[in-house]
């Protein structure tokens, strides 16, 4: 099984609410990851967990906060956000939390946010 | 700073036609190569993972292949089918565990 599972598929939020993404894996995986695409855009990684612990923050803006309960699941807190924050939001994990070189990626897919 | 360019931008063939995908990067100093496929609205499916001390990988109708020292890689799609029609995506692990992407090629496959 090498799915990555998030929900919910669609949100629609305003800038006073506060909701979460969520992101399942049961592969084993010790990294897991939060990255932000816009359209026609790249993917732009935003957090990175290794062994449950957050080892890289890409100077994302504090409405954003992940967690990482234990090591099958990994949340993305969402507070006050604006119009410019509406996106995809893909997780994604690998096998070794300190990365490698056949340390594949694999992506869920995906949460579209829209922030009104 | 690592930067991952991807020629072209969009590309249409027909059917049946072998096709190339361009991927350059600036930094040689890459622990892997990864090539994904992005349907539209959806997220990334891996394709191939070259590591840093291999040439190429193969899936299928699919070959990736990596010429570090140069900073070039290309995927290649033999026999092309409107399934394949996506947006492709490489990406280069820089680092422990960062992954950094080029802005990808749109591919048309036309019946």
């Known amino acids: 099984d090498t799915e990555v599972t998030q929900t919910p598929k669609h949100l629609v939020m305003g800038m006073t609410n506060k909701k979460s993404l969520k992101c399942e894996q049961h592969?084993?995986?010790?990294?897991m990851y939060w990255y932000k695409q816009k359209a026609k855009k790249p993917p732009e990684l935003m957090f990175v967990?290794?062994?449950?612990?957050?080892?890289i923050n890409e100077s994302v803006p504090s409405r954003f906060s992940p967690e990482c309960p234990n090591s099958s699941l990994l949340n993305l807190h969402l507070h006050a956000l604006q119009p410019e924050d509406s996106a995809l939001y893909l997780c994604?994990?690998?096998?070794?939390?300190?990365?490698?070189?056949?340390?594949?990626?694999?992506f869920g897919p995906g949460t579209r946010l829209t922030v009104l | 700073k690592q930067e991952v360019t991807q020629i072209p931008a969009a590309l249409s063939v027909p059917e049946g036609e072998n096709l190339v995908l361009n991927c350059s990067f600036t930094?040689?100093?890459?622990?892997?190569l990864q090539w994904f496929r992005q349907d539209p609205g959806k997220g990334l499916t891996s394709l191939l993972l070259?590591?840093?001390?291999?040439r190429e990988q193969t899936s299928g109708r699919l070959n990736a292949s990596l010429d570090k020292s140069s900073g070039r890689s290309t995927l290649y799609i033999a026999a092309s089918q409107p399934g394949d029609s996506a947006t492709y995506l490489c990406?280069?692990?820089?680092?422990?565990?960062?992954?950094?992407f080029g802005q990808g090629t749109r591919l048309t496959i036309n019946p």
């Open positions: 967990y290794s062994y449950e612990k957050l080892s």
């Open positions: 592969m084993g995986h010790r990294a």
């Open positions: 070259i590591q840093s001390s291999q």
């Open positions: 930094d040689s100093a890459i622990y892997n």
């Open positions: 994604a994990s690998s096998q070794e939390g300190g990365g490698g070189s056949t340390d594949t990626q694999y």
């Open positions: 990406a280069v692990r820089d680092g422990a565990q960062k992954l950094v």
